[in-house]
């Protein structure tokens, strides 16, 4: 059940957290580690009806055993599920328990629209608050540099809807305001799915869909899908499609096989390559890529029987065919031996060109008629409520000072964003926003 939402317009609340995934719930448990309150301190809020953030729209056939990153959230271990259980029902279930543990009365459905600010200055700051009640830094903390010019005692306005059960049939949810020292920004990226402009897109006759819209594979039978994307969803998809229906695959580079395995492929080298960008105020490097797609039976099976073999990527799109052309494929160049299709950003180096057999792209310029186009093409950070903020740079991203700090304002800390948008990123990224927003929110 909900928290019962706020309604004394003088309360102040020293954090709110946005988003109550993988991220949101691990600094909300580390908050409460540090001696905030739920629903007295901080809140939580969350734009879906139940708890599971994104994984609650995972398809079904995405079981516990084929999901990749379920990470553990601190202080509660997930075990040891059937693995034919669908991972959406396995998260929502984990994620439900995990909020009723440790009391977080995550507040739902709240859709936040935007975070302003207000210029009001603060009250008295929480640390002085929480007095003797607050526990001492954690030893070993890394020291962040404070950024931003903007004042860190002024308030933040959170602008979110949600539905009561005052609002009526057909009538507009409820929009409220709460005012914040700090925000916790963990809305992951699921709501932004993201499709390239390809010329003739909009021309195409047949089904055009996402990752977000798949259900199951028999709703592809008998029609010859290009699915594009090299990532692992577009790996698990075109085996499972195959035995439905004829598949070709589309990637820009070639698919990105690794020996390397996801727990060793996740450090400190891929941080850093994910990282690079967000220092710059460039938009982040794919996590994705970076890591790579395990060399695991079932994709090499994949790949000796003609199912995972890219034939490079299409720049055209006419009514019923997509046109593959060297122009819109990575040049021989771009794959040279020691660099990796990832142009070097992975730790992996060479031996990211494990299996040269799924990479046949077309020579030339080639139309191909297909049914339906699968976009398998990644996501964009769900980051638009900042918008006000104007924490963008030129370079089209927002400059991060470190892991989760925003480099133009103090009082918003950003998870789920670089090198946190993953399941294992998250969970640490999520611990350090909460470590930093209770050091910035101590006395000065």
């Known amino acids: ?19 109550a995934g993988q991220a949101g719930l691990a600094a909300a448990h580390d908050l409460t580690r540090r001696g905030l309150r739920p629903s007295r301190d901080f809140l939580v809020l969350d734009g879906e009806d139940r708890p599971g953030g994104a994984w609650r729209h995972r398809w079904d056939s995405l079981t516990f055993d084929h999901a990749h990153g379920i990470a553990d959230l601190p202080g509660l271990a997930l075990g040891k599920p059937d693995p034919t259980t669908p991972s959406s029902v396995v998260v929502e279930d984990y994620y439900g328990r995990y909020e009723q543990m440790f009391g977080l009365e995550v507040v739902r ?5 935007a975070v302003r600010a207000t210029g009001v200055k603060a009250p008295e700051l929480v640390g002085a608050q929480r007095g003797e009640d607050a526990p001492p830094a954690v030893a070993g903390e890394a020291s962040i540099g404070e950024p931003s010019s903007i004042p860190r005692d002024t308030l933040l306005a959170v602008d979110y809807e949600i539905a009561t059960e005052a609002d009526g049939a057909g009538e507009s949810p409820t929009t409220r305001a709460l005012m914040t020292r700090m925000i916790i920004s963990a809305t992951g990226t699921w709501t932004h799915p993201y499709i390239p402009r390809i010329p003739g897109i909009e021309t195409f006759q047949g089904p055009q869909l996402h990752t977000v819209d798949f259900v199951r594979a028999e709703d592809f039978a008998g029609q010859r899908t290009v699915v594009v994307g090299g990532g692992l ?6 085996l499972q499609l195959a035995p439905v229906t004829e598949t070709i695959w589309a ?8 020996d390397v395995t996801f727990d060793q492929i996740w450090g400190i080298e891929v941080e850093r390559a994910v990282d690079r960008r ?15 797609i395990p060399r695991w039976p079932d994709y090499l099976r994949g790949i000796a029987e003609g199912v995972l073999v890219s034939r490079g990527m299409f720049d055209r799109v006419g009514e019923r065919a997509v046109q593959f052309s060297p122009a819109a494929t990575a040049s021989r160049g771009e794959v040279e031996p ?3 299709p990832t142009g070097g950003l992975g730790p992996s180096g060479a031996d990211e060109l494990v299996e040269p057999d799924s990479w046949r792209p077309y020579a030339e310029p080639t139309w191909v008629d297909v049914d339906v186009v699968f976009w398998n093409t990644g996501f964009r950070h769900a980051i638009t409520h900042l918008a006000p903020l104007r924490l963008r740079e030129p370079g089209g991203g927002i400059r991060m000072l470190g892991r989760v700090t925003v480099a133009k304002d103090s009082r918003v800390l950003l998870v789920g964003y670089g090198s946190s948008a993953s399941t294992t990123g998250a969970t640490h990224a999520g611990r350090e926003a909460a470590r930093v927003a209770v050091k910035r929110l101590g006395p000065s």
């Open 278 to 292: 967000t220092s710059q105020g460039q938009r982040p490097a794919s996590v994705v890529r970076t890591t790579g």
């Open 338 to 340: 020691g660099r990796g």
């Open 1 to 19: 059940m909900s928290a019962p939402i706020a309604t004394d317009d003088d309360h102040v609340w020293e954090v709110v957290i946005i988003g």
């Open 251 to 258: 990637t820009r580079r070639p698919p990105n096989f690794t």
């Open 109 to 113: 459905p709240a859709r936040v629209r």
């Open 233 to 238: 969803s577009a790996v698990q998809f075109l």
